[in-house]
């Protein structure tokens, strides 16, 4: 399960084995799992577990704004 991103204490990670469609899981004091979404769409918060709402906020902040980035990272990984 590769890093693909490190900021603010938090660790945003693509499963080798995941399923579609395209997310992340990102890990800091718990998890939040955000699904990229298709073409001009905002990705989402899918689940949150053991990470309190500051933290999810920051998480999908950041997804957001590094999305391209993202989906690009999730096309390597599962083609």
């Known amino acids: 399960m590769p890093t693909v991103w490190r900021e603010a204490n938090l660790r945003i990670m693509i499963y080798i084995d995941d399923h579609a469609p395209p997310h992340v899981h ?3 004091a718990g998890e939040t799992k955000i699904a990229l979404m298709g073409q001009g769409e905002q990705a ?3 689940r949150i577990v053991g990470a309190d709402l500051r933290e999810s ?3 999908l902040q ?3 704004e ?3 980035y993202l989906i690009e990272k999730w096309n390597d990984i599962h083609g």
């Open 26 to 28: 990102v890990f800091g």
């Open 44 to 46: 989402q918060v899918v």
């Open 57 to 59: 906020r920051r998480a």
């Open 62 to 64: 950041i997804v957001r």
């Open 66 to 68: 590094k999305r391209d």
